[in-house]
Antibody, heavy 119, light 107 residues
Framework: QVQLQESGPGLVKPSQTLSLTCTVS??????????WGWIRQPAGKGLEWIGH???????NYNPSLKSRVTISEDRSKNQFSLKVTSVTAADTAVYYC???????????WGQGTMVTVSS | DIQMTQSPSTLSASVGDRVTITCRAS??????LAWYQQKPGKAPKLLIY???SLESGVPSRFSGSGSGTEFTLTITSLQPDDFAIFYC?????????FGRGTKVEIK
């Protein structure tokens, strides 16, 4: 059974880069799920798709964040990562990593990690 | 972007009630719609994919229907464990987008 776990700093200063890693256990990032993605949720608000990396290595990003976001994978560590540059308070949220399987929907989620942007 | 509009935003119901939540897309998304349940402090959980397919392990009291621009999630007999926020999500085209959520609370 595949499980996901986010990790990374819980506090990032404005204008700096937010970096998070999602570790995949119980499965291999190079097989099984089709997409490995990131979704975020500001406190008390709804869900926003950030982007994902396809099993082939190609990526898709939300245009609202596209110029600031990079999603990459490290198969040797069975991890995929998120970087968001030039962060502001508006980037404060719980960040989830998630996997899209054959259902083409997010069927596996990490527990989420809170990231606060503040000086 | 495709806008997903859920209604109602809040729904008060009792255990045993039949509950229906609606999700409308700003343009046709065929059947590329998923429903998720989120409880406080937890990650969303996939309930329904491709508009009407029940995710493995999800109780059969949950069902989805619709295609094109109008979709519904129905809970046939609300259980105490079902009080949560429900989100729809389209994956017909990028960017993938979510509805704002429907909170199902105890009446």
């Amino acid at each position: 059974q595949v499980q996901l776990q986010e990790s990374g700093p819980g506090l990032v200063k404005p204008s700096q880069t937010l970096s998070l890693t999602c570790t995949v256990s119980g499965g291999f990032i190079g097989s099984g799920s089709i997409y490995w993605g990131w979704i975020r949720q500001p406190a008390g608000k709804g869900l926003e798709w950030i982007g994902h990396i396809y099993i082939s290595g190609s990526t898709n990003y939300n245009p609202s964040l596209k110029s600031r976001v990079t999603i990459s994978e490290d198969r040797s560590k069975n991890q995929f990562s998120l970087k968001v540059t030039s962060v502001t308070a508006a980037d404060t949220a719980v960040y989830y990593c998630a996997a899209v399987g054959s259902q083409n929907a997010f069927d596996i989620w990490g527990q989420g990690t809170m990231v606060t942007v503040s000086s | 972007d495709i806008q997903m509009t859920q209604s109602p935003s809040t729904l008060s119901a009792s255990v045993g009630d039949r509950v229906t939540i609606t999700c409308r897309a700003s343009q046709s998304i065929s059947s590329w719609l998923a429903w998720y349940q989120q409880k406080p402090g937890k990650a969303p959980k996939l309930l329904i994919y491709k508009a009407s397919s029940l995710e493995s392990g999800v109780p059969s009291r949950f069902s989805g229907s619709g295609s094109g621009t109008e979709f519904t999630l129905t809970i046939t007999s609300l259980q105490p464990d079902d009080f949560a926020i429900f989100y729809c999500q389209q994956y017909n085209s990028y960017p993938w987008t979510f509805g704002r959520g429907t909170k199902v609370e105890i009446k």
